[in-house]
T-cell receptor
Framework: KQEVTQIPAALSVPEGENLVLNCSFTDSAIYNLQWFRQDPGKGLTSLLLIQSSQREQTSGRLNASLDKSSGRSTLYIAASQPGDSATYLCAVRPQDYGQNFVFGPGTRLSVLP | DAGVIQSPRHEVTEMGQEVTLRCKPISGHNSLFWYRQTMMRGLELLIYFNNNVPIDDSGMPEDRFSAKMPNASFSTLKIQPSEPRDSAVYFC????????????FGPGTRLTVL
């Protein structure tokens, strides 16, 4: 059964720093991996989707990489801003058609002004 | 596009009452998902529909939970009777089709069962 973990569970950084969030999954047989952002009391907002054949995706200050063979993905946030403060979740879609997205527990990010 | 729409946004009810949560997926999307999020268990998939047909309901916790999708633009998740341990945020999400597309989430319904 696919399991997804995220490290660290929480992170606090000063504004302007570059940072990396980590996501690990136990089964490399995936269709894709998606990073989401969740603000307190709100729903999930899709940030980036990486297909299994891709190595990375970029959107603005965000860059997500995927190393399927090692079961890892990273989300890189450049020049962090207080508005980036949120919980970041990664989710993988296993190739087993019976399963859909399996979510990690999230990393709670605080960017201090 | 209005995105995924859920109602109500907040629901407070007493134990034993019936609760119905509603979802309108993004127009043109034919896959719909119901999730539950709690502090203890994180985000869990409850049920997944494709073309209005339930494909995987293995995440539905017990018979008190039921979900329907009578047409492509509407789905309900019903809990009858509700219990305090059902208190959570329930999210609906939709996806364009069953291939590799990303999921889009609604704002969620925060359910409190007293």
């Amino acid at each position: 059964k696919q399991e997804v973990t995220q490290i660290p569970a929480a992170l606090s950084v000063p504004e302007g720093e570059n940072l990396v969030l980590n996501c690990s999954f136990t089964d490399s047989a995936i269709y894709n991996l998606q990073w989401f952002r969740q603000d307190p009391g709100k729903g999930l907002t899709s940030l980036l989707l990486i297909q299994s054949s891709q190595r990375e995706q970029t959107s603005g200050r965000l860059n997500a990489s995927l190393d399927k063979s090692s079961g890892r993905s990273t989300l890189y946030i450049a020049a962090s801003q207080p508005g980036d403060s949120a919980t970041y979740l990664c989710a993988v879609r296993p190739q087993d058609y019976g399963q859909n997205f399996v979510f990690g527990p999230g990393t709670r990010l605080s960017v201090l002004p | 596009d209005a995105g995924v729409i859920q109602s109500p946004r907040h629901e407070v009810t007493e134990m034993g009452q019936e609760v119905t949560l509603r979802c309108k997926p993004i127009s043109g999307h034919n896959s719909l998902f119901w999730y539950r999020q709690t502090m203890m268990r994180g985000l869990e998939l409850l049920i997944y529909f494709n073309n209005n047909v339930p494909i995987d309901d293995s995440g539905m916790p017990e018979d008190r939970f039921s979900a329907k999708m009578p047409n492509a633009s509407f789905s309900t998740l019903k809990i009858q009777p509700s219990e305090p341990r059902d208190s959570a945020v329930y999210f609906c999400a939709s996806r364009r089709d069953a291939s590799y597309n990303e999921q889009f989430f609604g704002p969620g319904t925060r359910l409190t069962v007293l």
